[in-house]
């Protein structure tokens, strides 16, 4: 079991090398924003246009100067085999050393993005691509990205994962590319206890891993129409999820794993966290060996009242510490 398998264990992770986007010059800037509460439909769609809106920077500017400008002031993104980045000048500065366009131009496309009842919080999740002059294979990349909405209406990218792909992520026909399913009553709360309860279901999640296995635990804890970065087209919906997890059983890989960041909407219905896990196994030899993860996951509460996680990514940690 190698660290990057390790990651791929804990977050189903294989892939994203792009990000999703709103911003300075994305959408939510406008009067419109400004002046009245958007609807649920409307925040969505302004969500996706500024994700398109940080693609098309990107491509014209570069990551570094394209994509960290739609980044929250403390915006956080795990790379793999490093600590997580925190703050928009470190991330700007890790763009800077290692650009998401590799000397070629880089686009990138979500298949599922959404958000909270009130507006104020989403997340997108897709893949990416980098075209280089006259090369004959792109390279690819998979993402899931956290945005909160600004004072001014803009929305900018709070937390965000990237791994190298193989393939794009394909969504089977008829999946909505947002929420679909009957929403939980709803209910205004301090964010802070909106939090509490999501990184109380993330603990129970890890614990139910060490228990009953991390397979059970990552079907149990999905919700019906969750997305994942695994798979050859990427994993949706909870059935897909559990022929993928089955296999991994307690006797095969003990994964435990603990939230430390995060944040919520005051709608108490969209949350985020970001943690360390621990994975514990045997290497190609037979040998036990453990390795090191930094994940985002973002929870949504389900209509009977439980949180489920909606999508879940992350990659390898260099050490215990972090995320």
């Not at 403390?74 to 650009?99: F, N, Q, S």
């Not at 990205?145 to 990237?162: E, F, H, Y």
């Not at 009957?182 to 939090?195: Q, S």
């Amino acid at each position: 079991m190698n660290r990057m398998f390790a990651g791929v264990l804990v977050t189903a992770s294989l892939g994203a090398m792009g990000c999703s986007g709103a911003g300075s010059t994305g959408a939510g800037t406008d009067a419109r924003s400004r002046s009245a509460p958007l609807s649920v439909s409307d925040a969505r769609g302004r969500l996706r246009e500024a994700d398109q809106a940080m693609s098309d920077a990107s491509a014209k500017a570069g990551s570094a100067q394209g994509f960290a400008e739609f980044l929250a002031e403390d915006a956080v993104m795990l790379v793999d085999g490093e600590y997580a980045l925190k703050g928009r000048d470190a991330i700007r500065a890790w763009l800077t050393a290692h650009p998401l366009e590799q000397g070629g131009t880089v686009h990138w496309e979500p298949v599922r993005w959404d958000v909270s009842a009130d507006g104020t919080l989403g997340y997108s999740v897709g893949h990416s691509t980098v075209d280089a002059a006259g090369a004959t294979a792109k390279s690819l990349g998979r993402y899931i990205s956290t945005w909160k909405q600004q004072p001014d209406g803009a929305w900018r990218v709070a937390v965000t994962v990237r791994n190298a792909a193989k393939t794009p992520m394909t969504p089977p026909a008829g999946f909505a590319p947002s929420h679909t399913l009957p929403a939980a009553a709803p209910r205004t709360l301090a964010k802070d206890a909106v939090l509490a309860e999501a990184k109380a279901a993330d603990s129970a999640f890890s614990e139910q891993s060490t228990k009953e296995g991390m397979g059970k635990a990552f079907i149990a804890y999905a919700a019906e129409d969750a997305v994942l970065l695994g798979g050859a087209a990427g994993l949706f919906g909870r059935e897909a999820i559990a022929q993928a997890y089955t296999p991994f059983t307690l006797d095969k890989i003990d994964l435990r794993w603990e939230p430390v960041l995060g944040d919520a909407a005051a709608s108490g219905d969209l949350a985020y966290t970001v943690g360390r896990a621990v994975a514990t196994g045997k290497n190609a030899e037979g040998k036990p060996e453990t390795d090191y993860v930094k994940y985002l996951t973002v929870w949504r509460r389900q209509a009977d009242g439980q949180w489920r996680y909606v999508t879940d990514g992350g990659n390898s940690n260099p050490g215990p510490q972090g995320p």
